[in-house]
């Protein structure tokens, strides 16, 4: 048994060991819902079909890097699970022995051991790809624009509700108008959004 631990904490492996302690530490915690799936998600909105001819940054061509080994189009710790499960039992398999070797060995069997770890990522998460994603619903950009009924006696500049027919359930949204008082039942525009308040500005149809 100690012989094992030693090789778990030696190097090449201690990156490894460490990296599948803290996903090992985050499923116990979703298991107890301490944290949600999409707890320190990656969220990697970038068009992937870039032209070859346009002038696009290393940045850029990072990002699509990272697209294509699934990152962000899975959760990051249902990937990271994969990937360092595979570059540890690699290690351990193939690595045991070069505690006392050089520099040079030890950087090369890390990076052997990364890169089957991404082609393994990759492979077992590419059937997840899209679904295991949390799509937020009736995000504030989805709602600009639509049409609400007002819910309160009137609606004013300082205060109001009304509702907005969405997926799922109508939503029940605190309201600012930007063009006076209007009374129940008015249908409204929703035209803005302020975060710091949780509000959305409405203004009257007949007016948009």
Not at 111 to 136: H, S
Not at 172 to 194: C, F, M, R, S
Request: proline share 4%; aromatic share 10%; net charge negative.
């Amino acid at each position: 048994m100690p012989e094992t631990l030693d090789a778990y904490f030696q190097m090449p492996t201690l990156p490894f060991t460490l990296l599948v302690s803290v996903v090992t530490a985050y499923w116990l915690m979703m298991i107890l819902g301490a944290i949600d799936l999409d707890f320190l998600d990656l969220d990697l909105d970038l068009d992937t079909d870039i032209d070859v001819n346009a002038d696009a940054s290393f940045l850029d061509w990072g990002m699509v890097g990272l697209k294509w080994f699934n990152l962000g189009d899975v959760p990051l710790m249902v990937w990271m699970s994969v990937f360092s499960i595979a570059a540890w039992c690699l290690s351990l398999f193939f690595d045991q022995n070069l505690a006392e070797a050089g520099t040079q060995r030890i950087v090369t069997a890390m990076l052997r051991n990364i890169g089957v770890g991404l082609l393994a990522a990759k492979a077992v998460t590419q059937p997840l790809k899209g679904k295991l994603k949390l799509v937020e619903p009736n995000k504030v950009d989805q709602l600009l624009g639509r049409t609400c009924t007002v819910t309160t006696t009137d609606a004013t500049e300082q205060f109001g509700q009304a509702q907005c027919q969405a997926d799922g359930a109508p939503l029940l949204l605190n309201i600012k108008t930007i063009d006076g008082t209007h009374p129940q039942g008015a249908v409204v525009e929703i035209v803005d959004y302020e975060p710091g308040e949780k509000v959305f500005f409405v203004r009257s149809v007949d007016e948009a």
